[in-house]
Nanobody
Framework: QVQLVESGGGLVQAGGSLRLSCTAS????????MGWFRQAPGKEREFVAG?????????QYAESVKGRFTISRDNAKNTLYLQMNSLKPEDTAVYYC?????????????????WGQGTQVTVSS
């Protein structure tokens, strides 16, 4: 198992940008499929973006963030990133990174065995 710690959240105006980081400790980061999820108050946790480890690092995005968010990973630094541009108030949520033992991109929270503690992102209008 890997242990995950997110950072980079904060308060930003609509249209602004933030970059979230997720640093992993433990063994085998490069062999985990990774994902970013978010949870707004009163709502279920939802998939935002995912990146596989197998097959060259394929990526997948929720429709609501496609074209605005970019997920990437640096296996040498054991770090996952989420670059968020053109932020909207509806992007306000706690953002979590997660790790899954899977060859393909997983999108359901139940597929992920390791989670970070979350970082708050607030977008003001």
């Amino acid at each position: 198992q890997v242990q995950l710690v997110e950072s980079g959240g904060g308060l930003v105006q609509a249209g602004g940008s933030l970059r979230l980081s997720c640093t992993a400790s433990g063994r085998g980061f490069s062999t985990y499929t990774m994902g970013w999820f978010r949870q707004a108050p009163g709502k279920e946790r939802e998939f935002v973006a995912g990146i596989s480890w197998f097959g060259g690092g394929n990526t997948q995005y929720a429709e609501s963030v496609k074209g605005r968010f970019t997920i990437s990973r640096d296996n040498a630094k054991n770090t996952l990133y989420l670059q968020m541009n053109s932020l909207k108030p509806e992007d306000t949520a706690v953002y979590y990174c997660a790790a899954a033992r899977a060859r393909v991109i997983a999108t359901m929270p139940a597929d992920f065995g390791s989670w970070g503690q979350g970082t708050q992102v607030t977008v003001s209008s």
